[in-house]
């Protein structure tokens, strides 16, 4: 197991894809969203929102029409026609049975691609349907209805889901552990961001996540499909994000979790800054 350590700021500043005078909408990549419900509506504005904060072309929001009026009223930059995705972020906030989801064509669709996808929440329920590169965004509860942790650590018990279930595991927590397949030649991607603040742990936390990752991989996707190790990097990135995001928001005291949304700009922004710092 090729054991990496702590994710932070170089390796991060590393996977932001920053638009280029080339560059449009498109090329900067699309990221298709079907997310939220009637019952959790919230949550597709949570990972829109961040999305949007992260530095993306566009963001297709495909999801049900009632978390679809909630995310076009706070963000009306958000498109809500089909058409080109680069990558998908699908499940938070969504019941994956079709009795209760309507809108399955949608995902099916939304799975059926070559575009790398992003399963969170009731999207984790479609694993099996999918054949793209995947990272699933699972708390330890969720994992463990998948694949249960045994006697493991956290650090095997990811490595060995992701083995399992030949996608990138992102296993949340204070300590959030990214794990992608052992590949061909016996090594692994297996690394880690401890949470600089414990202020993160509320609800809707993880919707933002899922925002961001998926921004980050939908960037590094236009007319390319990256990696499962790529992915894993582009996901190790947005934990390292959404901590940040998290030390800003936590500046103020408390704060709920469309104020950590908020704040993803400002943490882009700063890694870019020390980024450029750190090549002079
Ligand atoms: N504002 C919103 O619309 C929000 C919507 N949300 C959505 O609510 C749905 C249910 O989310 P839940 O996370 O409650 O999922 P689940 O109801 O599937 O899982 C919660 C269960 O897992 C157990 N568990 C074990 N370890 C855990 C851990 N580390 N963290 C959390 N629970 C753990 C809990 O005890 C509980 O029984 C998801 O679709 C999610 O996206 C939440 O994100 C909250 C905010
Ligand atoms: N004690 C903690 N300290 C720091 N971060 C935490 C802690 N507990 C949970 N988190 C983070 O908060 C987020 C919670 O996500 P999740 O459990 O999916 O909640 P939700 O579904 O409500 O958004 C994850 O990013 C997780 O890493």
Redesign the pocket.
């Known amino acids: 197991m090729e054991h990496i350590g702590e994710w932070g700021a170089a390796e991060a500043a590393a996977h932001i894809r920053i638009p280029t005078a080339q560059d449009n909408k498109y090329s900067h990549g699309v990221l298709g969203v079907v997310?939220?419900?009637a019952?959790?509506?919230?949550?597709?504005?949570?990972g829109v929102e961040a999305a949007h904060r992260t530095g993306i072309g566009m963001v297709r929001f495909l999801g049900e029409k009632e978390p679809a009026s909630m995310v076009l009223s706070r963000r009306p930059e958000t498109v809500t026609v089909s058409g080109a995705v680069d990558a998908w972020l699908v499940?938070?906030?969504?019941?994956a049975d079709p009795y209760f989801n309507p809108e399955l064509p949608d995902l099916a669709r939304a799975c059926l691609g070559l575009q790398p996808i992003l399963l969170?929440?009731?999207g984790l329920a479609l694993l099996d349907q999918v054949s793209a590169p995947a990272v699933i965004t699972p708390?330890?509860?969720?994992l463990?209805?998948l694949v249960p942790q045994g006697e493991d650590s956290n650090e095997d018990w990811a490595a060995r889901a992701a083995d399992e279930l030949g996608v990138v595991v992102v296993l949340?927590?204070h300590e959030t552990i990214i794990a992608a397949p052992e590949y061909e030649s016996g090594g692994r991607f297996i690394t880690r961001v401890t949470a600089p603040t414990t202020w993160l742990a509320t609800?809707?936390?993880?919707?933002v996540l899922a925002g961001i990752i998926a921004a980050i991989i939908a960037t590094h996707s236009h007319n390319r499909v990256p990696h499962l190790t790529e992915l894993a990097e582009y996901a190790a990135t947005g934990v390292y994000l959404h901590g940040q995001a998290g030390l800003r928001a936590a500046q103020q005291g408390p704060f709920p979790?469309l104020e950590l949304a908020d704040q993803v700009s400002r943490a882009v922004q700063e890694l870019i800054a020390e980024g450029s710092s750190s090549q002079l």
């Open positions: 997310t939220g419900s019952t959790y509506p919230g949550a597709a504005v949570l499940g938070s906030g969504m019941e969170d929440a009731g708390h330890e509860g969720e463990e209805r949340k927590g609800a809707g936390t993880g919707d979790a």
